[in-house]
C-alpha cells in the first residue's frame, strides 16, 4: 500500500499549478494501478505540512514559495477535513477529487482583513459595514440584562420587582406596569433604573390579582371533576383560609 514518494511529489507540484484536471486524472490512476487512496492521501499530507513548516521557517523549500502559505494553510484545511470523511464514505475517490476541484475557489478567497478595509460588496454593488454603533442597534435592547445591572446597584429587591414587573417598549418611551405591592419598590429606586434603560422610564400601577379567589376557583374546579366522576353531590362546603 506505500505509495512511490514520485506520485506524492508530482501531486504536490500541480497543487502548486492550480492543474485541477492533472489531480484528478492522478487520483483516478491510483486507484485504477490498485494503490490505496486513504494512504497515498496521508502520505500527501505529511509532505504537505512539511513543506509548510519550511516556509513558516525560512527555510528554502524545494517546491512552494512564501507568497503561498495563505493557499497552502487553506489547501490543508480542506484536504485534512477530506480524509475523516473519505474513511466513512462508500467510494473515497470521490471526496478526494471534491477536495481537489476546491482549489478552482481559491483565486476568489478574500482575507478578512481586505473585507474590513473595503466594506463587504453585495448584489447591487453597493458596500456596507458594520459599525459598533450599528451592531448594538442591530442586536437591540436586552432588558434582562439592564435588569441584572440594575440589581448589581440598586439591590436584589428591586431587580426582583421589575422581574415581576411588565414591561412594555414603546416608540419614545418605556411603560412599567406594576403591581400595587411593588410599585414603591419600584419608585424609590426610579433615578438608578432609568441609567440603563436608553428611553425615558413611565410607571403605572396596577391593581393586585386577588389570589384567595383564584385558589377558590381552582378549589372549585377539582370539587366539580370529583362530582363528574363519582355522581355525587355536595353535602357541606368550608371555605379555608
Given amino acids: 500500500g506505500i505509495v512511490p514518494e514520485t506520485l506524492v511529489e508530482n501531486f504536490l507540484k500541480n497543487i502548486k499549478e492550480k492543474n485541477i484536471k492533472n489531480l484528478v486524472l492522478i487520483l483516478e490512476k491510483l486507484e485504477k494501478e490498485g494503490f490505496d487512496l486513504n494512504t497515498f492521501w496521508k502520505e500527501m499530507l505529511e509532505k504537505l505540512h512539511t513543506h ?3 516556509l513558516s521557517l525560512d527555510e528554502k523549500d524545494s517546491i512552494f514559495s512564501k507568497e503561498e502559505i495563505k493557499d497552502l494553510i487553506y489547501i490543508q484545511s480542506v484536504f485534512n477535513k477530506s480524509i475523516y470523511e473519505a474513511r466513512r464514505h462508500f467510494q473515497p475517490k470521490h471526496i478526494y477529487q471534491l477536495a481537489v476541484l476546491k482549489l478552482k475557489f481559491l483565486k476568489d ?3 478578512l482583513e481586505d473585507i474590513l478595509k473595503n466594506g463587504i460588496k453585495i ?11 450599528t451592531e448594538k ?12 445591572k440594575v440589581g448589581k446597584e440598586a439591590g436584589g429587591i428591586v431587580a426582583s420587582a421589575l422581574k415581576k414587573a411588565k414591561i412594555e417598549e414603546r416608540e419614545d418611551h418605556f411603560l412599567l406596569l406594576l403591581d400595587e405591592s411593588i410599585y414603591k419598590i419600584v419608585e424609590a429606586k426610579l433615578e438608578i433604573i432609568q441609567k440603563h434603560f436608553p428611553k425615558p422610564l413611565k410607571i403605572e400601577k396596577v391593581k393586585s390579582t386577588n389570589t384567595k379567589t383564584s385558589k377558590s376557583k381552582k378549589r372549585d374546579e ?9 355522581e355525587g353531590k355536595i353535602m357541606s362546603y368550608k371555605e379555608q383560609s
Fill in 52 to 54: 509548510l513548516i519550511n
Fill in 109 to 111: 478567497l478574500r482575507s
Fill in 123 to 133: 448584489a447591487d454593488n453597493q458596500r456596507i459595514s458594520a459599525s459598533p454603533e
Fill in 137 to 148: 442597534e442591530n442586536k437591540g435592547f436586552d432588558i434582562a440584562n439592564a435588569i441584572l
Fill in 222 to 230: 377539582s370539587v366539580d371533576k370529583v362530582l363528574e366522576l363519582f
